[in-house]
């Protein structure tokens, strides 16, 4: 069983479209992320939710909006994808004893 | 093999060695340190954590080292094996919700 499932895993578009990525964790935490990781592989967090409730936005632009309809789910919409967005976008979730747990990612490629 | 004095981005070691990473965080609030693994086309995967109110802490074949008087982590892994080849990132945390991201490291190593 994944812990931390997202999808899809690879996503190419063209500019100015909307695209959204999909997260689910079956680990009971209260608490979800996605964090963004550049071609330096640089990890920043970009959203934090706790039990459905926004807590953290790191000055993302709002093309980007995520979207919580339960604990177990975070999802990430983004709007007029600019070629800037390309990059490797990892949900994580927070709850134990043992730190963070990261999905595989989604490598969002813009053309 | 050693990454010496702040971060270097690259470590290259011979198998069987012992291999240190080190990493300086920036938050003399944090109060929970994080390793993670990153292997290719994968998420973080997390490796061992330490809290604040402790100097050094062990698991499998991995110590990790706080000082926070310099307020510097460090990684070390025994005997190193090919598995190990990955890139590894500290994390720092203060328990609001945002687990900040240093520059990683990428280890190799040689046969």
């Known amino acids: 069983d994944t812990a931390v499932s997202q999808t899809p895993k690879y996503l190419v578009t063209q500019m100015g479209n909307d695209k959204s990525i999909k997260c689910e964790q079956n680990?009971?935490?209260?608490?979800m992320y996605w964090y963004k990781q550049d071609s330096k592989k640089f990890l920043k967090i970009m959203f934090s939710?706790?039990?459905?409730?926004?807590?953290i936005n790191e000055t993302v632009p709002n093309r980007f909006s995520p979207k919580s309809p339960d604990k177990a789910h975070l999802n990430l919409h983004i709007n007029s994808l600019e070629l800037g967005d390309s990059a490797v976008y990892f949900c994580?979730?927070?709850?134990?004893?043992?730190?963070?747990?990261f999905g595989s990612g989604t490598r969002l490629t813009v053309v | 093999g050693e990454s010496v004095g702040l971060h270097l981005p690259t470590l290259s070691v011979q198998e069987g060695d012992n291999s240190i990473i080190n990493c300086a965080y920036s938050?003399?609030?944090?109060?929970?340190f994080i390793w993670y693994k990153q292997e290719s086309g994968k998420g973080p995967q997390f490796i061992i954590d330490?809290?604040?109110?402790?100097d050094k802490r062990q698991g499998q074949r991995v110590t990790v080292l706080l000082n926070k008087t310099v307020k510097h982590l460090s990684l070390q892994i025994a005997a190193t094996q090919p598995g190990d080849s990955a890139v590894y990132f500290c994390?720092?945390?203060?328990?609001?919700?945002?687990?900040?991201f240093g520059a990683g490291t990428t280890v190799t190593v040689r046969a």
């Open positions: 994580a979730s927070s709850g134990g004893s043992k730190g963070y747990t």
């Open positions: 680990l009971g935490h209260d608490t």
């Open positions: 939710y706790n039990n459905k409730e926004l807590i």
């Open positions: 938050n003399s609030a944090s109060d929970y």
């Open positions: 330490i809290r604040s109110n402790m």
């Open positions: 994390a720092e945390n203060k328990n609001d919700y945002k687990l900040s």
